[in-house]
């Protein structure tokens, strides 16, 4: 496997980064997002925000603007939030535990502790455990248990920042969710190929409250504020509709209705 992953690693930057902000800033943009698509994105914010000062001191309208493309806004909220939290306090201070942090799960905290604290852990993103599964024929949630519970042995010969950035890599190129590449996969000689059918399908995007919602905060970008029956007419969408996607956006902070009853970004 090391072998393997000398050979065949994808090169980022931040790879080799031990900026827990760095850090911070890929995992929360690769979310739900192909790697190199993030890696564009991640040029960018680095360069505007090289510190979650420089994001903080910013508004949630340009940290928006930087997004725009991305998809999934609520991320970006979350991180502007971060970035004010952690203009204050710093990520020492909240070491080993950085959940407290809008957006960050056990996913991002195990990140954290791997590639910037250098800490032995497994960081159990989807594609360790799809190999992990495989490899070792475990079904279902016992993957978690699997994992906490055989930490020591399988990081026992391996740094935990190459394991982990390994499985990542694997999983992403040869021991993909579908159609997985066992006759050139390192691990197959060993591996009991224990593969689920995923019968997950992925919602459509066209017409979807998702796609509604991004297509409002890209018009509220271009302008300062939109009537509701302006969106309306470019959405072509109910009344009924357009109230609940507006209702969402409130909700999540993203949005807010003016005194006038103008519909603005949430700046707040």
Same mark, same amino acid.
């Given at each position: 496997?090391?072998? @393997? ?8 930057? @931040? ?5 827990? @902000? ?8 690769? %979310? ?15 360069? +505007? ?17 930087? @997004?725009?493309?991305? /998809? ?15 203009? #204050?306090?710093?990520?020492? #201070? ?10 960050? /799960? ?26 992990? %599964? ?16 055989? +930490? ?18 694997? /999983?992403?190129?040869?021991? +993909? ?19 689920? #059918?995923?019968? +997950?399908? %992925?919602?459509?995007?066209? /017409? ?15 302008? #300062? ?44």
């Amino acid at each position: 496997m090391k072998k @393997w992953y000398k050979k065949n690693h994808r090169t980022f930057e @931040w790879r080799s980064s031990n900026n827990p @902000w760095q850090i911070l800033l890929i995992e929360t943009l690769a %979310q739900q997002t192909q790697l190199e698509r993030a890696n564009v994105f991640y040029q960018k914010f680095i360069k +505007k925000y090289p510190t979650p000062k420089d994001m903080a001191n910013d508004s949630k309208k340009e940290v928006l603007r930087l @997004w725009s493309g991305l /998809g999934y806004n609520n991320r970006a909220i979350r991180l502007h939030s971060t970035s004010k939290i952690l203009s #204050e306090t710093g990520f020492d #201070e909240l070491y080993p535990n950085f959940t407290v942090l809008p957006g960050v /799960g056990v996913y991002t905290n195990s990140a954290l502790l791997s590639f910037a604290y250098g800490e032995k852990v497994v960081a159990i993103d989807t594609n360790i455990k799809r190999i992990i %599964q495989r490899y070792f024929k475990i079904q279902g949630k016992d993957i978690d248990i699997f994992l906490l519970e055989n +930490k020591s042995l399988l990081l026992n010969r391996f740094d935990s920042r190459d394991f982990n950035q390994a499985l990542m890599d694997l /999983g992403a190129t040869i021991c +993909k969710s579908r159609s997985p590449k066992c006759d050139i996969c390192p691990l197959e000689p060993k591996c009991n190929k224990f593969i689920l #059918e995923n019968k +997950k399908k %992925q919602s459509k995007f066209e /017409g979807s409250m998702r796609q509604k919602r991004g297509a409002i905060l890209k018009m509220l970008l271009s302008d #300062e504020s939109l009537t509701k029956e302006k969106i309306s007419t470019e959405l072509q969408v109910s009344n009924k509709a357009l109230d609940d996607i507006l209702d969402s956006l409130v909700k999540d902070g993203l949005i807010e209705f003016s005194k006038n009853k103008l519909i603005v970004i949430n700046d707040n």
